[in-house]
């Protein structure tokens, strides 16, 4: 396999410009207005224009991170070659399900306004989560046995994400700096997401997944990958099940860039906000040109490093 890895973006990079690409596009209005209509009507521009911690509340994020990557996808990707390898990263695992052509974006819309909902509704106490860097699993681990957190999101041998209350993680990073971490800070999440203090989480978003049609069949064009294990979803009734743990569940973020390595893309384009993907992509396999749709400008430069495609 071959063709091009769509890889999605999770909260986070939330940033006043994030929908300068295709703000003015015509064919992401309505990717834009199916977005503001779980938003209490309000334009996803406007808000990101607006700037504050709104865009970083777990509800509202959610929705600006499957706006931004299904914005751009609705302009460029009835031009990308295929095949197409596709992975999302937290939350962008459900905008991922839309690229892949499994769901619409009018689905995806209400599927992360639910997730958010039932996440937010789990968190009883302040929470959230921190980036480690710079130190083996195994110290990580014993730093999240300590301190009572877990690891939500594995990004490499060196690069961890871990999860839990918001004081632990605080006293977890004091400690993480003091073991030699090159990089010990916390990320505007504040969820516990991808932890076992979400299982309810999960279980009742599994209740909201039955909603989507589990007999479907996936494009034959398309390999969509899951978060917790990097495998290619097989069908679409195993893949609901799935996306419903990963809320609770540790994502394994370096075998999904495995599996896209192991697809030989051309071309790797990053879809949402900022572009922690892209590079650390770049980091695992630097021979596979790696870009997000925030490096651009113009649309007419995106599709042209899409179309230099070998």
């Known amino acids: 396999m071959s063709g091009i890895a769509i890889l999605c973006s999770g909260q986070g990079n939330q940033r006043s410009g994030m929908f300068d690409l295709v703000a003015s596009e015509p064919a992401a209005a309505p990717v834009f207005a199916a977005a503001g209509r779980v938003l209490g009507n309000r334009d996803p521009r406007d808000l990101v224009r607006q700037g504050g911690d709104i865009i970083h509340r777990n509800d509202v994020a959610q929705v600006l991170c499957c706006a931004a990557a299904l914005a751009v996808w609705v302009v460029v990707g009835p031009s990308v070659p295929r095949p197409l ?8 695992e459900v905008p991922a399900w839309a690229v892949a052509g499994v769901i619409d974006a009018s689905s995806a819309f209400d599927l992360v306004v639910r997730r958010a909902a039932v996440m937010d509704g789990a968190t009883r ?3 959230g989560l921190a980036a480690i860097v710079g130190l083996r699993r195994d110290v990580v681990d014993g730093l999240c046995r300590a301190h009572g957190l877990d690891v939500a999101i594995v990004n490499g041998l060196l690069h961890f994400i871990v999860g839990g209350r918001a ?4 006293r977890a990073l004091t400690d993480a700096t003091a073991h030699g971490a090159t990089r010990a800070t916390m990320l505007p999440v504040h969820v516990a997401s991808h932890t076992p203090a979400l ?3 999960s ?4 209740e ?7 007999e479907a069949a ?6 969509l990958i899951s978060g917790i294990d990097g495998r290619p979803v097989r069908s679409v009734a195993d893949g609901l099940v799935k996306l419903a743990a990963q809320v609770s569940t540790t994502i394994d973020w370096a075998a999904c860039m495995d599996a896209c390595r192991a697809s030989r893309p051309s ?3 990053e879809l949402g906000p900022g572009d922690a993907l892209a590079r650390m992509m770049t980091e695992f396999e630097p021979g596979i040109p790696a870009r997000s749709a925030a490096d651009f400008r113009s649309v007419a430069g995106l599709r042209r490093w899409m179309e230099a495609a070998p």
């Open 85 to 92: 390898i596709v992975a999302g990263y937290s939350a962008g």
């Open 125 to 127: 106490e302040p929470s």
């Open 167 to 170: 004081a632990d993680l605080q």
């Open 199 to 201: 299982k309810g989480a």
């Open 203 to 206: 279980e009742r978003f599994g």
């Open 208 to 214: 909201l997944l039955t909603e989507i049609d589990a």
């Open 218 to 223: 996936l494009p034959r064009d398309v390999r």
């Open 267 to 269: 071309r790797v384009l």
